[in-house]
């Protein structure tokens, strides 16, 4: 695991947004596994900042979003499908129809995130995965107990996941949907990159248990310990339960001086 540690959030969120860029310049027809909450909005700002400004072409590009919740509809206005239209896919040259989110109101849910999963497979798979960390390590939604080897399905929310959405829904965690179709670990793990990334110290402790601690169902996000391509973009209250924080400092240190060289 790469572990990129940056003072601000701004500044995290243009390390990831330069790794997508630098990917989509390579290869025009990206895939792109997406999040939503608030954690990849400054990713999704500095995306379209290079659209508008540099011309970043998403024409060819196809998104898979990694979840949705269950029975409310799409133009709810705490969807996914309404906070990606928001933050993204309407400042940006992207056609509709190369956008997939999960469709929670679809009868037939269990045939649903079957084609779901088949439509990633027929679009090559997925190039770069971003993805935030719930408090208690959930990925996607994922939650902890969630099967390491698991694909898109329905997931109950857990209490702790309910509380952190409760203020877009209302006033109280019955307020917001107690469930949600999601990728699972496995089909996240299938990504060929995943970008991992955390702002703040309510995430400090997931973050240590993801990076540091043993790979375990409790922590979903640790099984990215054995992913090949997982780069951990961070700032530093959220680096705060990290032990080898100047190690992690040095390694990128020693990354952008190789880099400067090749140039
Ligand atoms: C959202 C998702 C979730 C969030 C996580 C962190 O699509 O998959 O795993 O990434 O709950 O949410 P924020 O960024 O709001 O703290």
Do not use: W
């Amino acid at each position: 695991m790469e572990v990129i540690i940056q003072p601000t959030y701004k500044k995290l969120a243009a390390v990831a947004a330069k790794i997508i860029r630098d990917a989509l310049l390579k290869k025009t027809n990206l895939v792109l596994g997406l999040a939503t909450g608030s954690t990849p909005i400054g990713v999704y700002e500095a995306l379209v900042g290079m659209h508008k400004t540099e011309g970043l072409d998403f024409s060819e590009v196809t998104t898979f979003n990694l979840d949705e919740y269950v029975g409310i509809p799409p133009n709810h206005p705490y969807s996914y499908h309404t906070f990606m239209e928001t933050h993204l896919f309407s400042a940006i040259n992207i056609p509709a129809e190369n956008c997939h989110i999960p469709q929670s109101t679809a009868v037939g849910h269990a045939e649903f995130c079957e084609r779901y999963e088949a439509a990633i497979l027929d679009a090559g798979g997925i190039d770069i995965q971003v993805l935030g960390i719930g408090k208690d390590g959930h990925i996607g939604f994922n939650e902890p107990s969630s099967s390491l080897g698991s694909r898109t399905r329905i997931k109950t929310l857990t209490r702790s996941t309910l509380e952190a959405n409760a203020p877009h829904f209302g006033s109280t965690i019955d307020d917001v949907p107690k469930m949600a179709i999601t990728m699972g670990v496995g089909t996240i793990m299938d990504a060929k990159q995943c970008l991992l990334l955390a702002s703040g110290e309510s995430k400090a402790v997931a973050i240590a248990n993801a990076v540091e601690g043993p790979i375990t169902a409790e922590v979903p996000a640790s099984v990215l310990q054995m992913h090949p391509q997982t780069v951990v973009i961070i700032d530093e209250a959220a680096a705060s339960e990290l032990k080898r924080v100047d190690y992690y400092k040095q390694v990128y240190a020693n990354k952008q001086e190789l880099l400067s060289k090749d140039d």
